[in-house]
């Protein structure tokens, strides 16, 4: 069974809607992260929080906001969406943050038309 | 930042062939991570290797730390294999930087 659950696997969205992606992680980590691929692009470190506080932003964009309703969740919402925003976003999680071993849940495709 | 850079881009390779993966980084790091990207698209940590050499099954990681370096040797490849192999240093940061990767192709 996985143990990081994202949802939906595949998004589809219309330029200057709002999505939300939903991650879930049942490993008992502290830490969680949300990461972006998009192609020919490297994957791309977004957010970390740890214990439900957010550690690190490199989201240039406010558009990107992430949000913590319990220690396990790490959803993140994404307002006025642009065809740049077209990627897969991967959630993962660690025993604590800047920990070497990163889980990795199996991504939100997103394409925005 | 970190730079990462792995070479070769691309790999093919018949199987039981060995092949050899390149990390060359910009920064200081204290760890280093490889992972497998299958090529579903799922990720998975390979091994965790900061310096020295390291084996887990059929792969063998060296990092020469004051090089700025690290390769993953795989021997005896599968077809199962194949998918994008990805280098990611960290000195302490709470993000990893990833390099594009190397893809690995492996035919029977």
């Known amino acids: 069974d996985p143990k990081i659950i994202q949802k939906p696997k595949y998004l589809v969205a219309v330029t200057g809607s709002e999505k939300i992606l939903i991650c879930e992680q049942y490993?008992?980590?502290?830490?969680m992260y949300w990461y972006r691929q998009s192609a020919k692009k490297p994957l791309e470190f977004m957010f970390s929080y740890s214990y439900q506080k957010l550690m690190d932003n490199q989201t240039a964009s406010s558009r990107f906001q992430p949000q913590s309703s319990k220690k396990n969740h790490l959803d993140l919402q994404i307002t006025a969406l642009k065809p740049d925003d077209s990627a897969t976003y991967f959630c993962?999680?660690?025993?604590?943050?800047?920990?070497?071993?990163?889980?990795f849940g199996a991504g939100t495709r997103l394409s925005v038309l | 930042g970190q730079q990462v850079q792995q070479s070769p881009a691309s790999l093919v390779l018949q199987e039981g062939e060995n092949a050899e993966l390149q990390c060359n980084f910009s920064?200081?790091?204290?760890?280093l991570q490889w992972f497998y990207q299958s090529p579903g698209g799922s990720l998975v940590s390979l091994l965790s290797n900061p310096s020295g050499t390291k084996h887990t099954g059929r792969l063998t990681s060296t990092t020469v730390t004051k090089e700025r370096r690290s390769s993953l040797h795989i021997s005896s490849s599968q077809t199962t294999d194949s998918g994008t192999y990805l280098c990611?240093?960290?000195?302490?940061?709470?993000?990893?930087?990833f390099g594009l990767g190397t893809r690995v192709s492996v035919f029977p």
């Open positions: 490993l008992g980590h502290n830490a």
């Open positions: 993962a999680s660690s025993q604590e943050t800047r920990q070497n071993t990163l889980y």
């Open positions: 990611a240093p960290n000195n302490y940061a709470q993000g990893l930087t």
């Open positions: 920064s200081t790091a204290t760890q």
